[in-house]
């Protein structure tokens, strides 16, 4: 629900930091559609090298400014999403000058002063935030949450062993750029991803990925960390227990990056405190705000269903398919699960916070 299906909020004063990257223009048309009450024009802020350009906002322009400390005089809400050295050096300068801070970043995730929202999962969170700073999940976590939250409710989560496939996306233009280049040097000699893999692999630069994306699958999404698991694997795990405040929530995460453009999607096994029946989670992912159903085998006419990351592109919702109960434990579920990452697991949420933090006002 946005903010114009309520009791009228008072308008407020918002920056965008990072405007006139992928995400910030997502947050830049979301704001405009879903009617945000924006008090005059919203300030656009980037680099140095951004500033005096200009951005679209509904009929006209709007010049982009540097981030600087007078920025943010009299901003009511600021957007980050810039990346994390930004976020902490300027996340506390806007908080000191009044603004609620909506971080993008994994900068505050895990402070313990700064609350971790997905909108439809813990919103009653965006009020506790001492440091006047919220944050926004990772996209791979975000995207999980919704499907995972509404079965925690009805039948208790103790355990989470997901796979995630992620985007090039993730990692922004340039993760698409190279992407989409790499395809097309590849399709200049298709026979060698017939008959000599290893040297197409090797005749393309890779600079966003460890290895060559196009037409392959990188068993490696991050920066490796501790135990030998990634930054985006220790995401999934530390978030996710946040999120849902369980923090004895078992976690098994394994992050790959696929040759998609748009579109993270998460294979998830869930484990319960009680036995799983198929109609019962049914029952409960339907009724999930946020949450769409698709599930169908193809059996008696039924048409064959179930959530791609292509299809989800565009699209603020997220998805949820092949929905089986476990075959070799009662207590648990295994589902699919696919959303945008740069709408809900990205710009979507943030202004889905931002309008909780509007709605306060009324």
Request: proline content about 6%; aromatic content about 4%.
């Amino acid at each position: 629900m946005s903010v114009s299906d309520t009791a009228t909020p008072a308008a407020v004063r918002v920056a965008i930091v990072g405007a006139t990257g992928a995400v910030g223009t997502e947050l830049r048309r979301l704001l405009d559609e879903r009617d945000v009450p924006i008090d005059g024009d919203p300030v656009f802020l980037a680099s140095e090298r951004s500033a005096g350009s200009r951005l679209p906002w509904k009929d006209r322009d709007v010049e982009v400014q540097a981030i600087s400390a007078a920025a943010f005089d009299g901003i009511d809400i600021a957007i980050f999403s810039a990346g994390g050295d930004r976020s902490k050096e300027w996340g506390p300068v806007a908080a000191a000058a009044g603004a609620v801070v909506i971080d993008n970043s994994s900068a505050w995730r895990m402070d313990a002063d700064v609350p971790l929202v997905v909108s439809e999962v813990n919103p009653e969170a965006v009020a506790r935030r001492p440091r006047g700073i919220v944050a926004n999940p990772n996209c791979t976590t975000m995207v999980l949450m919704v499907a995972a939250k509404p079965l925690h409710d009805a039948l208790g989560l103790t355990d989470v062993v997901a796979t995630s496939y992620q985007a090039a996306g993730g990692a922004g233009m340039s993760g698409i750029t190279e992407l989409l280049e790499q395809a097309e040097k590849f399709l200049q000699q298709p026979e060698d991803l017939q008959t000599d893999g290893a040297s197409a692999e090797a005749r393309v630069s890779a600079e966003s990925f460890s290895k060559a994306l196009a037409f392959n699958v990188l068993a490696h999404c991050g920066s490796f960390a501790d135990a030998r698991y990634t930054d985006e694997e220790w995401k999934l795990v530390n978030e996710s227990r946040k999120i849902l405040n369980l923090p004895a929530l078992r976690m098994s995460p394994t992050c790959v990056r696929v040759p998609v453009v748009v579109g993270h999607a998460i294979n998830a096994r869930l484990t319960f405190t009680q036995p799983v029946q198929r109609a019962a989670a049914m029952e409960a992912l339907a009724a999930a705000p946020g949450l769409i159903v698709e599930d169908g085998i193809g059996k008696d006419g039924e048409p064959l269903a179930y959530p791609t990351p292509l299809a989800s592109a565009g699209r603020d919702e997220v998805f949820v398919g092949r929905i089986r109960e476990d075959l070799g434990d009662p207590y648990s579920l295994n589902l699919f699960v696919v959303g945008d990452n740069l709408l809900k697991g990205a710009a979507l949420n943030a202004v889905q916070i931002a309008e909780l933090i509007v709605a306060e006002r009324t």
